[in-house]
Nanobody, 124 residues
Framework: QVQLVESGGGLVQAGGSLRLSCAAS????????MGWFRQAPGKERDFVAA????????YAADSVKGRFTISRDNAKNTMYPQMNSLKSEDTAVYYC?????????????????WGQGTQVTVSS
């Protein structure tokens, strides 16, 4: 089992940046791809970005492509979503998740482990 803890959320101005982190606690996520998701009030949880275990491949949703990047430090059991040029529509609770293997899962339901989330609020 993998325990995940998100951090780095907060209140920022539109156009600003945040770097979030997702760290394994009590276990490592060795051999597992990592994903990042968000959920705004009254809306479904949506995919944001993901990275393979090796860090050799990554993918971002069209809504954040070119603004968000994702990296990981396997020695520290941590991944770092970098969020730039933030918009009001980026306001949501952000969740990290670990997949079942080194490959990026194709669907959200394939992720096996989830963190509790961290709030990101972008003001106009």
């Amino acid at each position: 089992q993998v325990q995940l803890v998100e951090s780095g959320g907060g209140l920022v101005q539109a156009g600003g940046s945040l770097r979030l982190s997702c760290a394994a606690s009590g276990r490592t996520f060795s051999g597992k791809a990592m994903g990042w998701f968000r959920q705004a009030p009254g809306k479904e949880r949506d995919f944001v970005a993901a990275i393979s275990w090796s860090g050799g491949s990554s993918y971002a949703a069209d809504s954040v492509k070119g603004r968000f990047t994702i990296s990981r430090d396997n020695a520290k059991n941590t991944m770092y979503p970098q969020m730039n040029s933030l918009k009001s529509e980026d306001t949501a609770v952000y969740y990290c998740a670990a997949g079942p293997s080194e490959m990026i899962p194709r669907y959200q339901d394939q992720y096996e482990y989830w963190g509790q989330g961290t709030q990101v609020t972008v003001s106009s």
